[in-house]
């Protein structure tokens, strides 16, 4: 286990050292290790309040968007996302996607994808590192943890403790406000499915379906599980993103890297080394990187699999140069390429050279060509999306033959096929549209139960935000083999229509 010791540095402060821990520095490692508890110090500086904001952010908008309310009308719900699956529908503000639409979604599945691609290209794992639902909820457990039990020390040290009841008190706490958070974790989720403030009451006053029960409690159960005990085993292990990332990242990508051209040979005497004229780097080997990393590593052993680049370990060594008076930087954001650069600089003209060297990272860097490729493609399906949103029409029209009998000859001699013919009306009003027979001369049709309407075409109201289903018979006078024909759907209030394809049979010739 780590243990903290001090040291006086060259630069005259006290810092505080932290012996690694065995296991993780460890270079061999069993494949069936048992999990070493990790205990990640508490950090200071800019990575770490970037990742407090998104953190806010994410579960700001993960809480609280089932509350928000959208008015779409008397005859829709007005919650402003929400997955209907009674009616097969997804509300998003004023989009309104039906299943016969679920291509939008796969085309926002298919961006969130290039998007992840392009984001891995720029900035390595920063989805990892900062919104991933695994590290979110995992910092929040962990914060509550510290809050409760102290920071890395503490715990460790009431880890080893034996049971007291302050330890009793400690643990409790932090489980039950940890059981809390997953509660309401799970509890968030159903109401993205259902009107959120009558599931709320439905829920309590357990009249909710019994679906709603047991989600929650699944969704407990991971969040508890996942973010309380598994944590970084849950990215080690479980998900498969770390070992795409790799075909990800090339050399001009940002990762979180150890300058080891500038910390090596690192020291934890720095004065000493100085007065004895040893050349000795600017790592002074206080472990102040190791202790703060969630996922347990020494980001100076190199890259691994188990990095998310969430940067911790950038602000811990930050701090660290400022305390012993060395420019910052030692642990950076840096592109492969540039830190080949500088590590080549400080083998030929020294490392005081090479740190001296302007860094290279810039706009050539992040626009290369796949990267553009990336983004040309993303925006590509996203402009598309937007434009075929905006300029969709609001109804639809199914045809489905009948094919048992296909055709049936009446007394006069005439034919007659049957249609199932839905329309769709995906408005929030009554609809009264006009169906009408297209390319196939001298027929007439009718619906079952509007008879009078016998004729080329007829009127049929559809209720707001419905399907409605008819049986229609179209009859032709005489009719051989197969002829293609159209019914073709109107709106006459705002002119727009649709139209269907279908067949009409008749007996061979
Ligand atoms: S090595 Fe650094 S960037 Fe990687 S997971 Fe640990 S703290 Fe985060
Ligand atoms: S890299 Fe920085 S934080 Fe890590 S041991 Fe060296 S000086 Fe300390």
Redesign the pocket.
Known sequence: MAKMNQDTYAGGGVVDQIEADPVNSSTERSLYEARVKIFPAKVTGAFRRLKWWIMAVTLGIYWLTPWVRWDRGPNAPDQAVLVDLANRRFYFFSIEIWPQEFYYVAGLLIMAGIGLFLITSVVGRAWCGYTCPQTVWTDLYMAVERWIEGDRNARMRLEKAPWSFSKLRKRVSVHAIWLLIAVATGGAWIFYFADAPSLAIAFVTGQAPAVAYVTVGILTFTTYVFAGFMREQVCTYMCPWPRIQGAMLDEDSLIVT?NDWR?EP?SRHQKRAAQEGLDVG?????????AVCPMGID??DGQQLECITCAL?ID??NN??DKVDKPRG??SYTTLSDYEAHAATAAKNGREAAKNEQRRVSISHIARPRTIIYTALWSFIGIAMLVTLTMRDRLDINVLLERNPLFVTLSDGSIRNTYTVKLLNMQPELKTFSVELEGLPEATMWFQGGEEQRGTSFEAAVQPDRVRELRVFVVKPEATGTENFRFVLTDEGSGAADTAEAQFHGPQQ
Do not use: E, F, H, P
């Not at 600017?282 to 190791?290: E, G, I, L, T």
């Open positions: 150890y910390g690192r600017d790592c002074v080997d206080c472990n102040a990187c190791v980001i100076r370990c811990a060594c660290v140069m030692l642990i």
